[in-house]
């Protein structure tokens, strides 16, 4: 409402999952509101699922729970849609028309911008990496993406919560690499994929990449949006009328980025295991896409919802199944270490 934004100014660029991470994580009376401003819209991902750098602002409550309605109802009414749009319109290099040519650009501190391809290719061995530093949040996908990557070929790294605090890249993911700064999980994942596999990233892989990248994440979190039972456990609501309220709240989010997104995705189709019977198709009888060991696009599929299949998210078990890919699941499994530990 209008009247509560002349309050807190910045309330229009909030998305009532980010309070219900607030609230998850905070039982206080009164507490310090996660108010979203324009510059740091967290990358690619329709509804953030961690706390974006922020600008404070005090909101007084009488209990979380009041919160999580108070979220959700504003939210809905004034900036979901909005902070939505601008997230979708941010992905400049998924819009781009065949055939032209990719435009390099730069930032103010010479790093890359969003959908950007890197203005010098990494040319390195994996044997040479160093001081690989990983700006994310745990449960956000294109993060976790990276997260599979170095793990899997053991590359030491460190994280780090939250944007670069002296980049003027004001998303997440950032790496950085032997004095190197790479913005933006695609260009990150399309850049690294070859240092780490010795091998030049191909057509088909590179059009996978894409395919996971702008049609799949996008429908996985839609339908973890519009999933009451999955929301609530990740934030800690037990079975009281909160975790009633986002149940009866959560689809109608859900429905609601869908169509959003459906226009500013025009590739992106519902359910997202349509994307894993593609992939399962594909596999044919390997182990795995790039035959007896995981690759980059086994990787990059693994990595977008492996932090959820950890939570037990019902909406990654419904993926799995829907897709036959457990049993290629469980294979992975056992090749990657663990997305959510250090």
Not at 28 to 45: F, H, K, Y
Not at 259 to 283: H, I, Q, T
Request: some cysteine; charged content about 25%; proline content about 8%.
């Amino acid at each position: 409402p209008r009247s509560i934004r002349r309050r807190i100014p910045h309330l229009g660029g909030t998305c009532p999952i980010m309070l219900l991470n607030f609230v998850g994580s905070s039982r206080a009376g009164v507490a310090t509101s996660p108010i979203v401003p324009r510059a740091a819209l967290a990358d690619r991902r329709p509804w953030p699922l961690h706390n974006v750098p922020t600008r404070d602002a005090t909101v007084a409550v009488s209990s979380p729970a009041t919160v999580v309605a108070f979220g959700l109802a504003c939210g809905l009414t004034s900036g979901l849609g909005r902070s939505a749009m601008r997230r979708a319109l941010l992905l400049q290099g998924a819009k781009r028309k065949r055939g032209r040519k990719v435009r390099i650009a730069v930032l103010p501190d010479g790093t890359n911008e969003e959908g950007e391809e890197l203005k010098e290719p990494l040319a390195l061995r994996k044997e040479e990496l160093t001081d690989v530093v990983l700006y994310q949040q745990d449960l956000s996908p294109p993060c976790a993406k990276i997260r599979a990557f170095l793990k899997y070929y053991s590359v030491p790294f460190k994280t780090v919560k939250g944007r670069h605090p002296t980049s003027d890249y004001k998303k997440i993911p950032v790496l950085e690499l032997n004095g190197r700064q790479i913005n933006d999980s695609h260009i990150i994942l399309t850049s690294l994929a070859p240092v780490l596999s010795g091998t030049p990233i191909t057509a088909e892989e590179r059009s996978w990449e894409k395919k996971l990248t702008f049609e799949f994440l996008p429908a996985f979190e839609v339908e973890l949006a519009g999933n009451g039972d999955d929301i609530s456990d990740l934030f800690g609501f037990g079975d009281g009328w909160q975790r009633a309220l986002v149940g009866v709240l959560t689809p109608l989010l859900g429905g609601f980025l869908g169509s959003v997104f459906k226009g500013r995705y025009p590739n992106m189709d519902l359910p997202s295991s349509r994307y894993g019977v593609e992939f399962r198709e594909a596999l044919a009888d390997r182990p795995f896409f790039h035959g007896e060991k995981p690759g980059p696009v086994d990787l990059s599929l693994y990595g977008t919802y492996a932090a959820f299949s950890e939570k037990k998210c019902r909406t990654a078990e419904s993926f799995l199944r829907e897709s036959n890919l457990q049993d290629w699941h469980n294979r992975m499994v056992q090749q990657v270490p663990s997305i959510l530990e250090s």
